[in-house]
Each structure stands twice: as structure tokens, then as C-alpha cells.
T-cell receptor
């Protein structure tokens, strides 16, 4: 139990579908992150939210749309994805107050785009 | 700019033998360094971290790492491997203290196999 919960754990979607990934953290943290993990590539930072405000968008295509309604919840809305978007999407959170750099990760949502 | 290089993509050891996973970093500042572990179908879990205190850092599950500035290395070791150590390990450098986002730069990972 990591304190960061991601749903669904597995998702298969067609290129014309619209779906969403959800992340919830129970740690009282105030910063949340989306990462993409593809085979044989380093983890790619996608988005950063601090106190619900987006502070970083790492040149992510607009077919990925994040939403952070409060400090505990983070969504990634998916629309007209491509097969190369198939990957493990990891959510993470951090307490900016302690600022040691440590991130707490969820178990990920495995996305397959057909 | 910061970067991290994990020198081995795969390491295989026998149970009970030592583990060495190698990591070199590049940083313009005094870095923070981390090792994370990812077991199959799981998220990443912090093993240990170096943040400019003692150069020998002890982590969970018997792992430790030594920060060597002269060699720009932060290798991960364990005296005796256990079957449950089989996982992927990520070396990470952070620009801690340099800005609001404190970006973590991840290595490409080392997959550790432990043979019975």
C-alpha cells in the first residue's frame, strides 16, 4: 500500500475512444505528477501540479489532458490516442514542504491503444 | 544540465552472492541522488537517497550506495542477493534546491535477475 492509488490498473482503448485515468493520494501531499513509462526508455515526466496549479507541461501532445481538481486527485483524460501512446502511466506525489525530492508512486495504469 | 547513466541494462547474480548496480551522474550542482526499485506490475519505491549528508547511504532491504564525487558515481550494492530482489532498479538525480519543480532525471534502469 503506497498511499497513491491509480485506477484503472489496465485499460485497452481504440484510437477514437475517450477515457480517463485517475490518481488519488492519501498522503497529504501538495504536488502531483504524471509520468509515462515505455519499454526501453527512461521515465518521461509529462505534467506537474503544485497546489492544484499546473506548473509543468513537458511538451505533451494535446490528446493528453490533465485535470487536478484538488491536491488529492489527479486525472489524465485521453482522446484520439495513437498506438505509440501505449505505455505504463505512473502517478506520483510529493510533499513540497519537505522538498527532499522523494516522490511516492502509484502502481500505474497500463494503457494499450489498438 | 544533469544526466544519469546506468551502465548495465541487465545484471544476473546467484542467490547469496553480492549485488553491484552501477550508476554515474553528471550535475552542475551538488546533486541529490536516489535509487528506486520497481517490482513487476508495481510502481516505483524509494530504496535510498543521498542529499549531501553521509556519503555512504543505507536503504531498505539491506541495500546501500556510496556517493563518490571524484568518480561521479553512486553505485548500489547489497552483500547477499535474495530472490525477492529481482526487479528493475532506477538511479535518479535531482536538481534539488534549484527550482520549484525539483526535476528528477531517471536512468534507463537495470533489470536484476537472481538465480537460485
Amino acid at each position: 500500500e503506497t498511499g497513491v492509488t491509480q485506477t484503472p490498473r489496465h485499460l485497452v482503448m481504440g484510437m477514437t475512444n475517450k477515457k480517463s485515468l485517475k490518481c488519488e493520494q492519501h498522503l497529504g501531499h501538495n504536488a502531483m505528477y504524471w509520468y509515462k513509462q515505455s519499454a526501453k526508455k527512461p521515465l518521461e515526466l509529462m505534467f506537474v501540479y503544485n497546489f492544484k496549479e499546473q506548473t509543468e507541461n513537458n511538451s505533451v501532445p494535446s490528446r493528453f489532458s490533465p485535470e487536478c481538481p484538488n491536491s488529492s486527485h489527479l486525472f489524465l483524460h485521453l482522446h484520439t490516442l495513437q498506438p505509440e501512446d501505449s505505455a505504463l502511466y505512473l502517478c506520483a506525489s510529493k510533499d513540497r514542504g519537505t522538498d527532499t525530492g522523494e516522490l511516492f508512486f502509484g502502481e500505474g495504469s497500463r494503457l494499450t491503444v489498438l | 544540465a544533469q544526466s544519469v547513466t546506468q551502465l548495465d541494462s541487465h545484471v544476473s547474480v546467484s542467490e547469496g552472492t553480492p549485488v553491484l548496480l552501477r550508476c554515474n551522474y553528471s550535475s552542475s550542482y551538488s546533486p541529490s541522488l536516489f535509487w528506486y526499485v520497481q517490482h513487476p506490475n508495481k510502481g516505483l519505491q524509494l530504496l535510498l537517497k543521498y542529499t549531501s549528508a553521509a556519503t555512504l547511504v543505507k536503504g531498505i532491504n539491506g541495500f546501500e550506495a556510496e556517493f563518490k564525487k571524484s568518480e561521479t558515481s553512486f553505485h548500489l550494492t547489497k552483500p547477499s542477493a535474495h530472490m525477492s530482489d529481482a526487479a528493475e532498479y532506477f538511479c535518479v538525480v535531482s536538481d534539488y534546491g534549484r527550482g520549484a519543480t525539483n526535476k528528477l532525471i531517471f536512468g534507463t534502469g537495470t533489470l536484476l535477475a537472481v538465480q537460485p
